[in-house]
């Protein structure tokens, strides 16, 4: 290991106190190729039992910091070869730990195009510059003279000292403490300033309240930046980053004003166009850069939190479904599922108008669920949603045990007209399509989720304004971390879901569906080894997330990794008794003294994993199913009235608040301000998605379709963390900027509205 790269792991340990072991055994596997699921759950005894959170903050520091010494090294190496690198300048590199620092640092040795200070070199005029700067009490005009010279086109000494101005700028902007100094001062004092563009109040009215906004550029939050960038982007409003002119020149004085004469005259002058031509514009650039990045962060970790909970969402379990995708002039699409998720049947029913063809809707409903003693009904809850409900509820002759449940569909059409639904059902249309998936997310969200694209799913934040390649990169991990929690059925799972098992991918999970087609179910987990290109690399990172239901080996079925099974034979064999009387036998696990299966290799964590395991063998981690219902006579936002107090159902949690659908076909909003009676700084510590809550109607907007609703006054149920999130500011290279994010105060009716025209897309 290079002297650089221990320096980086001491570093990363400090910052994220942890000890500096845990982080090269972190980075030592991580380089190896393992993935962050399989370190966190199978490489405790190696990390000091990391968990995902801290091993991608691990990653994505080291990951920084390497960047930083291939910089470090290209600046090095560029300024020596133009023969200009002292040893001074060496020193400062090196103990450069920021990227802005080493820009800095190299800014005066960078290439550069033609510029009006280069322009005044290639005349001569670099030593007038210097006599300037030296501010001497001299004869500026008698100065200047000397450099008059017709060849080059000075013709009288204020031409020389414009020239020499020129060059006395471009060195104050260059000037590695300058620019700290005003970095500062910009991030302490920087206002974001916003207008609207003449002309355009009637086509950017969505950006209304921010016609003419100024708020203090590190107090505001990450939605209202994305706004306004959008606003801009759209050609609606014009900003400008920049703290107060007068100090930002009373700063640039302080550093290079040594005198009171005629040349600190003309070095003020410089400072002045320096910091109006250059200075400014190049530190509004790098914070518009650094704060549309931190508002990225913010927005993709509300993205990864509210995708993390809607794919952990309760699943109903393996049950004869009945889904309907609802509609008026087109009808609902009816199908129904066998317990394995299997199309039976589909139709279409005409139950409301213009047909209304009530009876025989009723009649084919029936006939269904008789016919495959159907178990439970899922109805998307999209146009024609509660109308649907209402069909079905007032169906007298439905089974009292059949479950009737509203589903999101967000997404169903994207996979209806995908390839993975076209490969699935080629002999189907995408109605039929979109119906299968509604029903499918009942009976498991998690497997049918996966098949959508994150982006889709509709529980994202200005998610087309943010970074989309980190975008993706973070859900991909929010959903890799989730398969990997919940665990995979091997020989039931769609090669979808097998493509986000630990060390698997879209590659070597299209092997294996097609080895599992033409030779049969997998009896062992070992049989893995028999597909084609899974090596034992992958097979180490991925046996202990599939499942066997059945398997020839009993832990098969478990979270136990094929590693460790010989430990709980030399348990059983202790016992005299066998792997599935261990399972079955609680008293027997009692008998058992851990300590004495602890070796090099396998510590307490992995026993006390193993122990669990053999408790409830393949558990799923995710809470129980809860059924839900809207209020009833509830169903169009004509129906809502002020004071009114309803169920519903989180469908997306935001900087701003949370928004809630109550069966009215249109989300409200529960603005920050009235998630709660006391303070909330982040609605994800109040709310999740798909959390059931009541909520207070506000105040209704027929006309706009807003709704603004509360819980003040309510006492939600706190939904206990099953895990940490996956994603943390931290873990986006700018945890300094989003650890010290401020919080944000409750807002009025207008910042509710343009929240909701967000929402709604305008």
Known sequence: MSRTESINIRKIAVELGIEVRQVQAAI??????????????????????????????????????????????????????QGKLTDELRDKIFAADLITTLEDLYLPYKPKRKTRATIAREKGLEPLAEVLLNQQNIDVQAEAEKYIN????????????????????????ENSEAREGLRKLFNSAALIRSRVVAGKQEDGEKYRDYFEWDEKLMNAPSHRILAMRRGEDEGILMLDI???????????????????????????????????????????????????????????????????????AAPL?????????????????????????????????????????IRA??????????????????????????????????????????????????????????????????????????????????????????????????????????????????????????VNKVGVELNTASKQLLSYVSGIGPSLAKSIV????????????????????????????AAGFLRIRNGSHPLDKSAVHPESYHIVEQMAKDARCTVEDLINDKELRKKIDLKSYVTDKFGM?????????????????????????????????DDLKEGMRLPGIVTNVTNFGAFVDIGVHQDGLVHISQLSDTFVDDPNKVVKVHQQVMVTVVEVDVKRKRIALSMKGEKPQQKKEESKPAVNPKSFGGSKGAASAKKEKGADWADQLAALKEKLGG
């Open 28 to 81: 030592d596997l991580l380089d190896e190729g393992a993935t962050i699921p399989f370190i966190s759950r199978y490489r405790k005894e190696m990390t000091g039992s990391l968990d995902e959170v801290q091993i991608m903050n691990v990653r994505d520091r080291m990951e920084q910091l390497r960047a930083l010494e291939q910089r470090r090294e290209f600046i090095l190496k560029t300024i020596e070869e």
């Open 150 to 173: 017709a060849e080059f086109e000075i013709a009288d000494a204020d031409d020389a000292l414009d020239g020499a101005r020129d060059i006395l700028a471009e060195w104050i902007s």
């Open 242 to 312: 920049a703290p107060n002119a007068d100090d930002a020149i009373d700063l640039l004085e302080k550093l290079f004003i040594k005198a009171n004469n005629a040349a600190a005259e003309q070095v003020g002058a410089a400072i002045t166009g320096a910091y109006k031509r250059m200075l400014q514009p190049s530190l509004e650039t790098e914070f518009r850069s650094l704060t549309k990045e931190l508002a990225d962060v913010k927005a993709i970790e509300v993205f990864a939190q509210n995708l993390r909970e809607l794919l952990l």
């Open 317 to 357: 379990g393996q049950k004869t479904i009945l889904a309907l995708d609802p509609g008026f002039r087109t009808g609902c699409k009816v199908v129904v599922l066998d317990r394995q998720g299997k199309l039976m049947e589909h139709s279409v029913i005409y139950p409301h108008p213009p047909q209304r063809e």
């Open 361 to 482: 809707a009723e009649d084919t409903v029936y006939r269904l669920i008789a016919k495959h003693q159907v178990e439970a009904i899922a109805i998307g809850n999209g146009t024609a949603s509660r109308e649907t409900e209402e069909f079905v509820r007032n169906m007298e002759d439905i089974p009292k045990d059949v479950l009737v449940v509203m589903v999101n569909e967000s997404g169903a059409s994207v996979y209806s007209a995908s390839e993975a639904a076209r490969e699935e059902f080629p002999d189907h249309d995408v109605t039929v399509r979109g119906a299968v998936s509604i029903g499918r997310r009942l009976t498991d969200p998690l497997a049918e989720l996966v098949k959508i694209d994150p982006k889709s799913i509709g529980v994202g934040q200005y998610q087309h304004d943010v970074d989309q390649n980190l975008l993706k990169k973070k859900l991909d991990e929010v959903v890799e971390s989730c």
């Open 514 to 541: 097609a080895y599992r087609d033409e030779n049969g179910p997998f009896r062992s987990r070992k049989d893995l080894l028999d597909v084609p290109r899974l090596g034992d690399k992958v097979f180490e990172q």
């Open 605 to 637: 964590p992995t026993l006390q994993d193993i122990m669990q395991e053999l408790d409830k063998p393949g558990r799923d981690p995710r809470k129980s199913f809860e059924a839900f219902k809207f209020q009833e006579g509830v169903n169009e936002i």
